[in-house]
């Protein structure tokens, strides 16, 4: 688990927390045959849900969002951690207990089209976490869901239509009321509005405030459209590969970001003001397999503010940048599975497509003036690679190159008087912020 650490003095944060969520770990496809390493999707996240608060959770797809919201309500079973509602750690929770307690928790999907069954009525679809949790009499129940519909702002005659007779807004409507009907403390909010047209994404977003404030419920909200996420969030969890980058209250986030992923990701958002300067940071790649993540901080392989060691702090942004890249082409090359071709050719010591070396080379190299204390660590590592020892080659690398970035995970830094905190070395003294610092421009 990351330790925080203080930059500067903190007040305590206000609010009850409902939620505790400590070093969680949700990894799939451990102990697989063909492949040992388990996917982390969740990889050691701690955090706080406070009674009453939408906390949005943000990220690039694939970064392990949804299986984290599914994970805090049961859906997924954790790996190893807690997660802690009233002081219940739910994950160690079984049987009946596990039934009980998930009235509590509920989860609104992003598919109105296919989170609905098209062979139930809706008045089936929203009775039927009652009927399951054998909810007070029939009756009651039919009763119940007439109230439901009124809520979310659908008519009664609507009891005995289909979800294919209505409207993509409205569906969501239907999800939502289910979502409800058991009366829960905490709703998972999985991209609701991503699937709706941009008017109808206005209706249910005033619908889902207007719910909380009615029923006190407590929502983390799971989206990639930043611009909802600041309009509708109290404070907001960015995370990337299965870790979480910053945490904090919306508004001081999106004003003054202190993450280098966070200020990669918000500086993506259009900018109202043509006459702004706001600099556009495009990473380069995409992110790494979560079967094989970094060793060190999970952003190191596309930070464009990473640390450098101190004796190539003055290289040139492009060469830097170039050895980066070559970097994460040694490591993928490392990665990748051969196939039985080229198995074969090897042992025949024939060419295979792994052994372009001089090309790639080339290609990153071929117009930068490289100098010698640099080259002569290109010709170990391409040495490493024609002998085709990929790994010797990638940990070479990471050895001669490598910086804190690379070999240790970041704590987790209080970097605001609200309690905000950020993950990431730059926090340390010895280093710059990342906000006093410009981003050179990646490939
Ligand atoms: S720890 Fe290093 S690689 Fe990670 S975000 Fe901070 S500067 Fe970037």
Redesign the pocket.
């Known amino acids: 688990m990351s330790k925080v650490q203080q930059t500067e003095s903190v007040s305590v944060e206000e609010g009850e927390t409902l939620v505790e969520v400590n070093d969680l770990k949700t990894y799939y496809g451990e102990g697989g045959l063909i492949d040992s390493n388990p996917v982390k999707a969740v990889d050691g996240v701690s955090l706080n849900i406070k009674r009453g608060e939408t906390l949005g959770l943000v990220g690039e797809s694939g970064c392990g969002k949804s299986t984290l919201g599914r994970t805090l309500i049961q859906l997924e079973s954790a790996t190893s951690g807690e997660v802690l509602f009233d002081g219940t750690d739910v994950t160690e929770l079984s049987g009946a207990d596990l039934k009980n307690w998930r009235r509590n928790s509920q989860m609104v999907f992003q598919d109105p089209e296919s989170s609905l069954n098209d062979r139930m009525t809706v008045g089936e679809i929203i009775r039927e976490p009652l009927d399951v949790h054998d909810w007070k009499t029939p009756r009651e129940r039919r009763k119940h869901v007439r109230e439901l519909l009124d809520v979310v702002g659908l008519r009664p005659e609507h009891y005995y239509r289909y979800p294919h007779q209505f409207s993509g807004g409205q569906r969501q409507r239907i999800g939502i009321a289910r979502a409800l009907a058991l009366e829960p403390e905490f709703v998972v909010l999985d991209e609701p509005v991503s699937a709706l047209d941009v008017s109808v994404q206005a209706q249910i977003l005033n619908l889902l405030e207007d719910l909380q404030d009615e029923f006190g419920l407590t929502y983390l909200f799971i989206a990639h459209d930043l611009s909802v996420v600041r309009h509708i969030c109290d404070r907001v969890a960015v995370m990337y590969l299965g870790h979480i ?1 910053e945490l904090g209250d919306t508004e001081e986030l999106f004003e003054n970001p202190k ?3 966070t200020i990669s990701l918000l500086s993506a958002i259009p900018e109202p003001d043509p006459t702004s300067d706001r600099e556009r940071i495009t990473l380069r790649g995409t992110p790494p397999s979560p079967r094989d993540p970094p060793k ?5 392989t596309r ?5 450098r060691p101190e004796e190539f702090e003055d290289v040139d942004d492009d060469l830097w940048v170039a050895i980066e890249v070559f970097r994460e082409v040694v490591r993928e090359r490392s990665r990748a599975e051969r196939s039985t071709t080229d198995q074969l050719k090897e042992l025949l010591g024939m060419e295979t497509r792994f052994s372009d070396i001089g090309e790639i080379r080339q290609e990153l190299f071929g117009g930068l003036d490289v100098p010698r204390n640099i080259e002569k660590h290109i010709d170990e590592t391409a040495g490493y690679i024609e002998n085709n020892d990929d790994e010797q080659a990638r940990e070479y690398l990471r050895d001669v190159f490598g ?4 070999t240790d995970e ?1 704590d987790d830094f209080v970097v605001s008087d609200s309690g905000r905190f950020s ?5 340390l003294d010895e ?1 710059e912020e ?1 906000d006093e610092f410009t981003p050179y421009s990646m490939r």
């Open positions: 980058m993450n280098p992923y060190g901080c999970p952003f190191s930070c464009p503010t990473k640390i910086s804190i970035c690379d970041p993950h990431c070395h730059r926090h280093y990342p």
